[in-house]
């Protein structure tokens, strides 16, 4: 695996795939797998069920891990 230059709390810009020119704060860097979770960047829907933590239940956005190639560091 590649070894990862960017940090947590870092602000980054996607270089590509569908948010590509987008900018966030990163929230998690997944150094094993290759990818970081930026925040606002990569929404998917998840569908929850109801618990103690979301007893509504539905469907919630979330950020998905992005891999590290398709960010820079934002100057």
């Given at each position: 695996?590649?070894?990862?230059?960017?940090?947590?709390?870092?602000?980054?810009?996607?270089?590509?795939?569908?948010?590509k020119?987008?900018?966030?704060?990163?929230?998690?860097?997944?150094?094993?797998?290759?990818?970081?979770?930026?925040?606002?960047?990569?929404?998917?829907?998840?569908?929850?069920?109801?618990?103690?933590?979301?007893?509504?239940?539905?469907?919630?956005?979330?950020?998905a891990?992005?891999?590290i190639s398709?960010?820079k560091?934002?100057?």
């Open positions: 695996m590649s070894k990862a230059k960017i940090k947590r709390g870092e602000t980054v810009t996607v270089i590509a795939g569908d948010d020119g987008k900018s966030g704060k990163v929230i998690q860097v997944l150094p094993g797998n290759g990818r970081v979770l930026i925040e606002g960047i990569n929404l998917v829907k998840k569908h929850m069920q109801k618990s103690e933590e979301n007893p509504q239940g539905g469907i919630v956005e979330r950020e891990p992005i891999a398709n960010v560091v934002s100057a």
